[in-house]
């Protein structure tokens, strides 16, 4: 059984480590068609949170269009938010590209908050599909609120938002676009639907469009400012568009980085070496622990995480184990799975689209906290009971007097069906049943039983 583990551990070892190195190895680039007669429009979907994956495939697509040549870019957006930085990076190559960007919020339904809103404020062209909404940008720091100077916690939090809305500014006022709601969205997390959008006055986007290829057709021989002042006019009638996807690369990593798979899979990398050290040589447990736990740290860099949850989180394990010995009636296992939840919480800061879902948190942090009581209950079971071997394993074992045994007279008995030599400091008739209370190399020590406890003392 312990060989089958092994060759499965190191089997999974082999197939996630190729696993890891796909991931970290770039894939060749996409060939791009070759160039055609008519206008090129480049399109890709940028669905999910706006972190440094998303920014390399935005970054990438941006680069291709530009060295094909392309009249376009369109990048058709839904995403709850990001991170601050990336969102900067992102926009600082959408203001330097050669081809004119544009960003399409949809399908109807869906939503570009927070991060999603400034990309849409930083593009060329902004369009909108009918039922969906922009805004609610307000950031939220990513100190980590976790017990400091609340008055120091709020100047951080007005000047991260002061930051953000002069940003915000910055970009409505050179796309000519409205600067005061720009300002309300980060200031007063106000959002706005396309309706609302496209009827402000200077209004916030250009124009509604159902989709790419509606958005394409609308901007044909419309004249569009870029961020340094000169003007375009796109032809895209006839255009060609070329849609641009993911790598498996980044699929693979843009999965991991999403919060609530980073949090699972921090929690069964625990649980796993938690298993294997209470198991060791298990193998298994370990590996895969360990490689969830290298993937979870790998999405924790990509992540806002606060210190304070992960010192909490791993206080609340201490207490689990400690309860497992020290009698506290409860008390520090109900501790530990407190700080198991409370840590889970603060883990991943507050930015939109970023914090885990809460009920997950506490639904996998309770559980993970009952299974390492459990299996710690188990483990200190085996560890009290007595042993089975060796000359302890003997002691309190029962049996018979096969011979009459007097004091200085060695006899025979039969213990655990095997036939030892006896002696005894009373006299034991044949046939009487006997308890072992000692055994010196291949003779016992017996005692009647009608004279002891179950232990083997007098009574």
Known sequence: MRAASCRAGVYLATV???LVLSAGVRLPAQTDPPPETGPLVY????????HPVTAEFMTETLDRANAAGA???????????????????????????????????????AR??????ILVLAADVAAMAHGTHIGAAHPVSAGGGGGGDQKASETMEKKAASDVAAYARSLAETRGRNVALAAEAVTESRAFTDVEALAAEPPLIDLVAADTADLVRQLHGRAVKRFNGSEVTLETTGAEIVTVEMTRRQRLLSTIAHPQIAYLLFTLGVLGLTVELWNPGAVLPGVVGGLCLLLAFFAFQVLPIDTTGLVLIAFGIALIIAELNVPSFGVLGIGGAIGLVMGSLMLTDEVPGVMPNRALIASVALGLAAVMLFLGRLALRAQRQPPATGAEGMLGQRGRALTGIDPGEPGRVS???????????VPIPAGAPVIVTGLDGLVVTVAPQSSTTPGGMKS
Do not use: Q
């Open 43 to 50: 399109a890709a979907e940028v669905d999910g949170i706006i």
């Open 415 to 425: 213990v655990r069906g095997e036939i030892w030599t006896a002696v005894s400091t």
């Open 71 to 109: 009249e376009l870019v369109v990048f058709t957006l839904r995403t709850p938010g990001g991170l601050v930085d990336s969102t900067r990076d992102i926009v600082s190559r959408m203001l330097a590209s050669e081809a004119p960007v544009a960003m399409l919020v949809a399908p109807g339904g």
């Open 16 to 18: 996630a480590g190729a």
């Open 112 to 117: 570009a908050a927070s991060a999603g809103f």
